[in-house]
Nanobody
Framework: QVQLVESGGGLVQPGGSLRLSCAAS????????MSWYLQAPGKGRELVAT???????NYKDSVKGRFTISRDNAKNMVYLQMNSLKPEDTAVYSC?????????????WGQGTQVTVSS
């Protein structure tokens, strides 16, 4: 059974750090582009960061220089290191795995983990 399980969210003060983890099971992430998305209260889901199968990365403008996405294919894990957190980073963060093939696209989602940045 394919599953993505996020962990590491919580309450942190402005300027603090969190490290989110995404554990994949039922498939091998090495064949998938892995991303983190956020959904703030009352808003739609936004792409935060992506890491390709080759290790290339890209980020939402507002998190560049503060967040770092990484992957450990041997452990089937993806991470999001979040530094210098701001109240506007408050959201539910979800992990996504995507593989585009000629016959179709495989797209898997986790349930999300809440990140709250507040003093």
């Amino acid at each position: 059974q394919v599953q993505l399980v996020e962990s590491g969210g919580g309450l942190v003060q402005p300027g603090g750090s969190l490290r989110l983890s995404c554990a994949a099971s039922g498939f091998t992430i090495s064949n998938y582009a892995m991303s983190w998305y956020l959904q703030a209260p009352g808003k739609g889901r936004e792409l935060v960061a992506t890491i390709t199968t080759a290790g290339g990365t890209n980020y939402k403008d507002s998190v560049k220089g503060r967040f770092t996405i990484s992957r450990d294919n041997a452990k089937n894990m993806v991470y999001l290191q979040m530094n210098s957190l701001k109240p506007e980073d408050t959201a539910v963060y979800s992990c996504n795995a995507k593989q585009v093939l000629t016959l179709g696209t495989y797209n898997y989602w986790g349930q999300g983990t809440q990140v709250t940045v507040s003093s």
